[in-house]
């Protein structure tokens, strides 16, 4: 069985000969596995036979990313600086908002006005068909992402822009100020992906958008303003996905409980990321309540079991996702989100080695 193969029948419900393997990490955990292993990003997933690869999408081709001070921006303007960070005994690099260009704007019109809206002709699609096809000829299932500061959202762009605070402030007192950002931010995601499985020809299998609305104990806004503001846009994007034969996945952190019965009508096929730290992400329940219409991916915790617990805990934190997950399929194996540089490689590697120990059906 191909890995697109354990894939696809796993999301559709169907069980496959194992629980099929993705494999999250950061930049910095990313340099310690390189110069640990001395092997490539690409050859450790081959090694390990992880199932889904991540496409790199098209390129930017637009104007300058800087400001005219010569600070960095990302494609919405935003100004960025560069923030390192010591994260046990490896580095961590993060691009961090300096102002967010749209902090005083208090009218619709300066929304609609400002001039750093970006476009999807800022984009080369010629080589994403390319990438399928690399990623195809090898087995394994195709995933479009896109990478931190333009992945397929809505809140996470409008909290760049406005701020974190002011936009959950506007969506209180001034709601036709965050529809307005968040219907321009619409508007480019839905063109810009809609470009991206233009150019993949039907050799996309996941779409995967990506928004927190979850924090440690509850949600980032209530259901009612999900509704309001963000659930029209978040079905918007996963039909899309649909509309061009891919299957559909979301990335949030944190307590999403409450938010799940709208995104299964909205579309969803897998929800990740599975935060067991997290208030009512218990596994065993998840599965129990929404495991026969949605599939789960992740749920290893890098908060304590990756940084700081013995192979012996990795393997029964995994035999534990693998007996209450995995039944009748429906579960990709995943941590909850990237592996940080204050994992160990031996524990990734143990992780792996678990996998495989407790995966096979």
Not at 158 to 184: H, N, T
Request: aromatic share 10%; with cysteine; hydrophobic share 40%.
């Amino acid at each position: 069985m191909t890995s697109r193969e354990r894939v696809l029948l796993t999301i559709n419900h169907q069980v496959p000969d194992r629980i099929p393997v993705d494999f999250w990490a950061s930049k910095g955990f990313l340099r310690k596995l390189r110069a640990e292993t001395g092997l490539s990003f690409g050859d450790f997933l081959d090694a390990h036979d992880v199932d889904l690869r991540y496409i790199g999408g098209p390129e930017y081709v637009g104007p300058p990313l800087t400001s005219l001070t010569g600070e960095s921006v990302d494609i919405w303007g935003v100004p960025r600086t560069v923030a390192e960070v010591r994260v046990g005994d490896g580095i961590e690099r993060y691009e961090e908002v300096t102002k967010p260009p749209l902090a005083n704007a208090t009218t619709v019109e300066e929304i609609f006005s400002y001039s750093h809206w970006p476009s999807p002709d800022w984009f080369d699609y010629s080589a994403v068909e390319q990438q399928c096809d690399d990623v195809l000829r090898r087995g394994r299932a195709v995933v479009f992402m896109g990478d931190r500061l333009n992945r397929v959202a809505q809140l996470k762009p409008a909290m760049y822009l406005r701020g974190v605070e002011q936009i959950l402030v506007d969506m209180a007192v001034r709601p036709l100020i965050a529809q307005a950002i968040f219907s321009k931010i619409r508007g480019f995601y839905l063109a810009y992906l809609e470009r991206i499985l233009e150019a993949t020809k039907g050799k996309m299998d996941l779409v995967l958008t990506g928004d927190d609305f979850g924090a440690q104990n509850g949600l980032l806004v209530s259901v009612e303003m999900w509704d309001r503001f963000l659930g029209g846009g978040f079905a918007q994007y996963l039909a899309l996905a649909k509309a061009y034969g891919a299957k559909t996945m979301h990335h949030t952190c944190g307590s999403v409980t409450a938010l799940i019965p709208r995104m299964i009508e909205s579309g969803l096929d897998v929800l990740q990321s599975l935060q067991p730290e997290a208030a009512g992400m218990d596994s065993a329940t998840l599965k129990a309540d929404f495991g026969t219409r949605l599939a789960f991916h992740g749920g290893v915790s890098i908060q304590r079991t990756m940084p700081r617990s013995t192979a012996d805990d990795i393997g029964g934190e995994v035999e534990h996702l693998a007996a209450t997950l995995g039944p009748g399929g429906g579960y990709i194996f995943c941590t909850a989100h990237n592996l940080q540089a204050d994992t160990p490689v031996a524990s990734a590697l143990a992780l792996l080695a678990a996998y495989r120990e407790f995966g096979r059906y």
